[in-house]
């Protein structure tokens, strides 16, 4: 909420989710039982221009093309 996401416009997280993946590389990937779980870390870009560092976890269940959103946190900071 604190960067301008509600849960009555929840599309614009979601597409802001979906550019957090298609703009930054995969860091880890790791196939399961059940499919292949992907980990992106990257900047978040927000409604109201913040910038937070994220990591976001993608997983495709075997059989499937369209990746699931599994989680999503904030990652601290790193140096400049």
Partial sequence: MAHGF???HW???A???RRHASEH???SE???AFGTRYVVDGILHTLRGRTPRLRVVW???HGAEV???ATAYP???GPS
């Fill in 6 to 8: 509600s849960t009555d």
């Fill in 11 to 13: 599309p614009l997280l």
């Fill in 15 to 17: 597409d802001a989710l």
């Fill in 25 to 27: 590389p995969i860091v």
């Fill in 30 to 32: 790791v196939a399961t």
């Fill in 59 to 61: 997983f495709i269940d």
């Fill in 67 to 69: 990746p699931r959103l």
């Fill in 75 to 77: 990652l601290k900071r």
